[in-house]
């Protein structure tokens, strides 16, 4: 089974801080994404990578950005986090030209 | 860019009905469709997808149906049972092989 990692279920941050979100997947897959998702809205594109050091925003990238420095390791940086930020982040993975996901847990991120 | 329309938002049926969720999407260049399945608490899940050389994929009691001239898609689900209650999202790629774009997601209800 594909597993995808999140590092934390739960976090809460203040207002201001840098956050990290850590996503790492054990199956080699080239391609990585982030979305959040929020009652109403669905799941919503912030940033994708299809190989290492390379990334493509997505529909709502401002206040967000993100680094691949590994294959299996794709991390979402919040620069200074603020409170519209609060929300449950979704990472993915795939592989190239299959496009079906695999998701991870998700992050619940707190911002007060 | 890609724009995916889902309804309805929520869906209430009876054990042993049927449900019909429909898509509808804006990008011709999209060629692959996917439903994802969300239980409370969980990560999304793949249930079922389909390309555009095909009209209908079955599996089980669940089914999906495309076309292509009018750009929607339906997931059809037969014989409810209160285990299919969840959050349901469908999903479209602006081109082949680019990010998922998802709609806002249907809440479906099954009561026995």
């Known amino acids: 089974d594909v597993k995808v990692t999140q590092s934390s279920r739960y976090l809460v941050k203040r207002t201001g801080e840098k956050v990290f979100l850590e996503c790492v997947q054990d199956m080699d897959h080239e391609n990585m994404f982030w979305y959040r998702q929020d009652p109403g809205l669905g799941l919503r594109l912030i940033y994708f990578s299809y190989d290492v050091k390379m990334k493509e925003k997505g529909d709502i990238p401002e206040g967000y950005s993100v680094s691949r420095e590994k294959k299996e390791r794709f991390s979402l940086i919040l620069e200074s986090a603020s409170t519209n930020q609060t929300s449950m982040y979704l990472c993915?993975?795939?592989?190239?030209?299959?496009?079906?996901?695999?998701f991870g847990s998700g992050t619940r991120l707190t911002v007060v | 860019g890609e724009n995916v329309e889902q309804h309805p938002s929520t869906l209430s049926v009876q054990e042993g009905d049927s449900a019909v969720i429909k898509c509808t999407y804006s990008?011709?260049?999209?060629?692959?469709f996917p439903w994802y399945k969300q239980e409370l608490g969980k990560r999304p899940q793949l249930i079922i997808d389909i390309r555009s050389n095909v009209g209908e994929k079955k599996d089980q009691r669940i089914a999906v149906t495309l076309n292509k001239t009018a750009k929607h898609f339906s997931l059809h689900i037969t014989e409810t049972q209160p285990e299919d209650s969840a959050v349901y999202f469908c999903a479209a790629p602006p081109q082949a092989g680019t990010a998922l774009i998802f709609g806002k997601g249907t809440t479906l209800s099954v009561s026995s």
């Open positions: 990008d011709s260049a999209s060629n692959y």
């Open positions: 993915a993975s795939s592989f190239p030209g299959r496009e079906g996901y695999t």
